[in-house]
């Protein structure tokens, strides 16, 4: 027998990683944490290694939060601005660390800024997947009122992503309750996109669950505190909570916690 092992193959070839502001933050949750920046890196370097088409959609928490400028009296849509501004300092952040580990990487922006980054052009941005080049989201949509959780489902019904890649740092997946304030809390393997509203998950908002459910995107939500969680969800291994067609996992929802 040959000792050679043929590589894995994955069952989700075009994804979108969603990764928040504080993801990058480390245990700090304000500023840049570079040591885990690149450690999420490798982990997308292992994805484009076999071949997955990869987008990142990142937030920008770790800098600015316009719900909290809007909380102290600023005018709303400059307060969303400002927080769309911070997601392209990320998005710079995490394309250098790619680029370093020999990962070819564009930055695309909702708003122009020609001398850091790319115009979002949808065909654009499909073509460079092609090429086997990341794709780095940032600016949100461009728009104020709307959260990055919303723009990550835009993107991907875009480009006809096959799956949301959600990763969240100091939970496992979606939950009846916050587990770390409730020790009644339960952890759901799976749930349709509208048990996401109607039990108030908090997981994403109603806009991108809805975004989601029409294109029938699903959504696997899992913690990034193991970085081989990523490329568990992309083999298809169960990791976390998935979100979608209950029907087409192995197991079906939980039930309504007690």
Known sequence: MSSEHSAPVPRYRRVVLKLSGQALAGQSEIGLDLEVVHQIARAVQRLVSLGVQTTIVVGGGNIWRGAAG??????????????????????????????????????????????????????????????????????????PYFSTDTTAALRAAEIEADVILMAKRGVDGVYSADPRSDPRARKYEALEYLDVVKKRLGVMDATAASLCRENKIPIIVFSLDDPENMLRAVLGEKVGTFIGDVASVDEPAETEPR
């Open 70 to 143: 809007e909380a102290r009296g600023m005018d709303r849509a400059t307060a969303d601005y400002m927080g769309m501004l911070a997601t392209a300092i990320n998005a710079l952040a995490l394309q250098d660390q790619l680029e370093k580990l020999g990962v070819d990487t564009r930055v695309q922006t909702a708003i122009e800024m020609r001398a850091v980054a790319e115009p979002y052009i949808r065909r654009r941005a499909i073509r460079h997947l092609e090429k086997g080049r990341v794709v780095i989201f940032a600016c949100g949509t461009g728009n």
